[in-house]
């Protein structure tokens, strides 16, 4: 989860909502990268997703069911719907997200009976952490 927290400080430098997320598969980082939505007018280029596309690149494979994601705040519907497409074994997650969260709020993704995979999931991790990254970035917004 640290190298997720630096990447979300990254994301914020470049003016992005502070998420980072990585990817890692038998204690190595595969993949990690922070939001870049703005930086590439992408509205898919979630932490989540880059980093999801980058483990299956370095894979080679559309499969990590053997990969764990570290994600700084709750996947959203979109991330949640990767995570389950990838295949991801375990998904650690630090703060909650009540308004875009997929996980625990919202949709509850996983807890869908159409939902094809359902990951470990374990959050709270750094928690306080990763939602003092999110409340400074707005705070200096407004």
Known sequence: MERALLEARKAAERGEVPVGAVV??????????????R?????????EMLAIRRAAAVLGTDRLSDCDLYVTLEPCTMCAGAIAWARLRRVYYGAADPKGGAVESGVRFFSSPTCHHVPEIYDGIRAMEAAELLKAFFAARR
């Open 39 to 47: 930086e590439r007018a992408d509205p898919s280029a979630h932490a």
């Open 24 to 37: 890692a598969c038998a204690g190595e980082i595969l993949a990690a990268d922070g939001n870049r939505t």
